[in-house]
């Protein structure tokens, strides 16, 4: 793995974790108003059931006290009765009692419900901005609203359910504009947010830790895939630069004569196997010596290093191959007949010429010039590659005698 692989995963791998944590959280957001409506409807009902207990029992009495006042929008003949032992009792129909839970609830819990509607007999149930939007959607057609609203500064899940009048509030609710199924108003129940945002701030807290640790350690992943990765390219690139040393000439990056060999072995067999000619040509660069000697070694590396890198632009197909042979001489060796390779062999000999690279000791051309040995055989059983090299060899001796900058073929 690259360095730049290993950032864009690591990125990836962050985007996804952040990705996984936003949904998470704002799931979590959906459940607790889920949870907190749920919780407000339950309370709804359950007032709701009570408030049916009461009115199915016509209102129950409870003594006269200072929180239980006589309720004066009650207008029932019997609303106040005094039992046989002296006791004054009151009636406590299902609105006062919704009331007096909804005080109780409100100190204990913080959870508020109100009993409104919109034209409340009793002015402290006029309903608030809020309730009133609810409950014109009641006057709609809906049966309960819900919403995140605040109330004097505080905000609140709210949720309200509408009142349907029943046939035991009729006791009551006894007026002509009044039928049984009429929405009459509705309780509104608000829930603290505080109360889910303390469970959702600890859930949020093992999210974050939890998706910390799993960004963590899949970071750490990364880590070891990309150090196990640099490792293995470091081994790697070790073990080419052995075998380049072992094969490759440092000063040309030409295939050495160990390569050349094991390559002509390969490729003899696989001709005589084949019925196919296998030519060869020895490369000589002329008068080396004197060049060295008058323009210095380093110049005679450079220039070795410019004749090999001008041979090898001809050498492109896998059966062909130049290799530097030793000191100033490089051999090819080609699957091709005599004619394709004294062609090849004028090509290289035209190119280096064509170099112009002042050779000053030279005799026979101003530029570093090459003469060329070929030779072709078809390999057969009787016949040893080495026969190939020395005919070559014998090849290049006679360019060498008969001119130089030349390329001669074996005559046998
Ligand atoms: N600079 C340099 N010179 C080298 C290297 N290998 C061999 N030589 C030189 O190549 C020269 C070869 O000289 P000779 O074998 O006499 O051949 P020549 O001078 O080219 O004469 P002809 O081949 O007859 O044209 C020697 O002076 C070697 O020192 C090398 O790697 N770098």
Request: with cysteine; charged share 20%.
């Given at each position: 793995?690259?360095?730049?692989?290993f950032?864009?995963?690591?990125?990836?791998?962050?985007?996804l974790?952040?990705?996984s944590?936003?949904y998470?959280v704002?799931?979590d957001?959906?459940?607790?108003?889920?949870?907190?409506?749920?919780?407000?409807?339950m309370?709804?009902?359950?007032?709701?059931?009570?408030?049916?207990?009461?009115a199915?029992?016509?209102?129950?009495?409870?003594?006269?006290?200072?929180?239980?006042?006589?309720?004066?929008?009650?207008?029932?003949?019997?609303?106040d009765?005094?039992?046989?032992?002296?006791?004054?009792?009151?009636?406590?129909?299902?609105?006062?009692?919704?009331?007096?839970?909804?005080?109780?609830?409100?100190s204990h819990?913080?959870?508020?419900?109100?009993?409104t509607?919109l034209t409340?007999?009793?002015?402290?149930?006029?309903?608030?901005a809020?309730?009133?939007?609810?409950?014109?959607a009641f006057?709609?057609?809906?049966?309960?609203?819900?919403?995140?609203?605040?109330?004097?500064g505080?905000?609140?899940?709210?949720?309200?359910?509408?009142?349907?009048l029943?046939p035991?509030?009729?006791?009551?609710?006894?007026?002509?504009?009044?039928?049984?199924?009429?929405?009459?108003?509705?309780?509104?129940?608000?829930?603290p947010?505080?109360?889910?945002?303390d469970?959702?701030?600890?859930?949020?807290?093992?999210?974050?830790q939890s998706h910390?640790?799993?960004?963590?350690?899949?970071?750490?992943?990364?880590?070891?895939?990309?150090?196990?990765?640099?490792?293995?390219?470091?081994?790697?690139?070790?073990?080419r630069?052995h075998?380049?040393?072992?094969?490759?000439d440092?000063l040309?990056?030409?295939p050495?004569r160990r390569?050349?060999?094991?390559?002509?072995r390969?490729?003899?067999?696989?001709?005589?196997?084949?019925?196919?000619?296998l030519?060869?040509?020895?490369?000589?660069i002329?008068?080396?010596?004197?060049?060295n000697?008058s323009?210095?070694h380093?110049?005679?590396d450079?220039?070795?290093?410019?004749?090999?890198?001008?041979?090898?632009?001809?050498f492109?197909?896998?059966?062909?191959?130049?290799?530097?042979?030793?000191?100033e001489?490089f051999?090819?060796?080609?699957?091709c007949?005599?004619?394709?390779?004294?062609?090849?062999?004028?090509?290289?000999?035209?190119?280096?010429?064509?170099m112009?690279?002042?050779?000053p000791e030279?005799?026979?051309?101003?530029?570093?010039?090459?003469?060329?040995?070929?030779?072709?055989?078809?390999?057969?059983?009787?016949i040893?590659?080495?026969?190939?090299?020395?005919?070559?060899?014998r090849?290049l001796?006679?360019?060498?005698?008969?001119?130089?900058?030349r390329v001669?073929k074996?005559?046998?």
């Open positions: 793995m690259k360095a730049t692989s950032l864009l995963f690591s990125m990836l791998w962050l985007m974790i952040g990705l944590f936003y998470q704002e799931d957001k959906k459940y607790g108003q889920k949870i907190a409506y749920t919780q407000a409807e309370f709804f009902r359950h007032i709701v059931l009570m408030r049916q207990w009461n199915g029992h016509g209102g129950v009495y409870a003594p006269v006290t200072e929180q239980n006042p006589p309720n004066p929008y009650l207008n029932t003949p019997d609303r009765v005094t039992t046989s032992t002296g006791q004054k009792l009151t009636l406590i129909n299902p609105a006062l009692m919704t009331r007096q839970l909804a005080d109780m609830e409100k819990s913080g959870i508020r419900f109100h009993i509607s409340p007999i009793r002015p402290e149930n006029k309903a608030d809020w309730e009133t939007k609810a409950l014109q006057v709609q057609g809906r049966q309960s609203y819900e919403e995140l609203s605040d109330i004097g505080q905000s609140f899940y709210r949720y309200m359910g509408a009142l349907v029943e035991s509030c009729l006791k009551c609710h006894n007026g002509p504009e009044h039928k049984v199924g009429d929405v009459r108003g509705g309780i509104s129940v608000s829930i947010s505080s109360s889910i945002d469970f959702l701030s600890v859930r949020l807290q093992w999210l974050q910390l640790l799993i960004a963590a350690i899949g970071l750490m992943a990364l880590l070891v895939a990309y150090w196990a990765q640099e490792r293995l390219n470091k081994r790697l690139t070790k073990a630069s075998l380049q040393l072992a094969y490759l440092s040309t990056l030409l050495n390569y050349y060999d094991a390559f002509v390969r490729e003899w067999k696989r001709a005589t196997r084949h019925h196919y000619p030519s060869m040509i020895m490369i000589d002329d008068f080396f010596k004197a060049y000697d323009l210095g380093v110049e005679g450079q220039c070795l290093r410019q004749v090999a890198r001008t041979l090898r632009r001809y492109r197909r896998s059966g062909d191959l130049i290799a530097r042979y030793g000191g001489e051999c090819v060796v080609a699957a007949d005599s004619l394709q390779i004294m062609q090849l062999a004028e090509i290289l000999r035209t190119a280096v010429e064509s112009k690279l002042p050779h030279s005799k026979i051309s101003q530029y570093v010039t090459i003469s060329l040995g070929v030779a072709t055989l078809i390999p057969r059983e009787n040893e590659f080495g026969d190939l090299l020395l005919h070559a060899d090849a001796y006679d360019a060498k005698h008969s001119g130089r900058n001669e074996y005559r046998g």
